[in-house]
């Protein structure tokens, strides 16, 4: 067997999670680093969404992170177009109804806050097209499950739809801590990459 390889990037907007380019246009992960041939992405982040990515060919590990028995948090700054209440806030802590696939799942509680001023990230490229007349706000989002785009359908399910959504954190693995640019890649060892996710050796 290879060599266990673990890689995090900070994925920027445009880039698809994958390795495979389906148009020439595509911007693929091989466009940020030459990273081995048997590596994979754990889990996505769609095109529209930036931030943290694990790539990696420990497929222990990947089964972990991503089976939803496990709980791993994984938290989202998410730019949404006007201010969410009460009301919505507490409905997305609560759980929201959303369709995945033509069925309706219901989401896990999540924690969810809004921040009181923009979170400190460098301007997406490019810029958000924003509406004048409407106002805009960020949450702080925290899931334990990962579902096909859940977080901007569940913003949707309540009336606010995403503008802009950074994963900035994985357990404990945070890019404010490592500190890593947008579309910057960073090769870590499995000891720590285990112990910042939560996952026992």
């Not at 994963?167 to 870590?188: A, C, F, H, Y």
Request: charge should be positive; aromatic fraction near 8%; include cysteine.
């Amino acid at each position: 067997m290879s060599d266990l390889r673990y890689f995090i990037i900070n994925k920027p907007y445009g880039v698809l999670s994958q390795f495979t380019r389906e148009h020439p246009d595509h911007r693929v992960l091989g466009d940020l680093y030459d990273f081995p041939g048997d590596v994979y992405p754990v889990g996505r982040l769609d095109k529209d969404s930036e931030g943290l990515l694990i790539i990696t060919n420990d497929k222990a590990l990947t089964h972990r992170l991503l089976d939803p028995q496990f709980e791993h948090p994984r938290n989202y700054w998410v730019q949404v177009e006007g201010v969410p209440d009460r009301e919505a806030l507490s409905r997305l802590r609560k759980g929201v109804a959303i369709r995945i696939k033509k069925q309706t799942h219901s989401t896990r509680p999540a924690r969810v806050e809004l921040f009181t001023s923009p979170p400190a990230l460098p301007e997406r490229d490019p810029p958000v097209r924003f509406r004048k007349t409407v106002p805009d706000s960020w949450l702080s989002i925290q899931l334990t499950e990962g579902k096909n785009r859940q977080v901007r359908r569940m913003c949707a399910a309540v009336g606010f739809p995403v503008l802009r959504l950074v994963r900035t954190r994985i357990q404990n693995l945070s890019l404010e801590k490592i500190k890593l640019p947008n579309g910057g890649v960073k090769e870590m060892n499995k000891a720590d990459i285990y112990q910042l996710t939560g996952v026992r050796l």
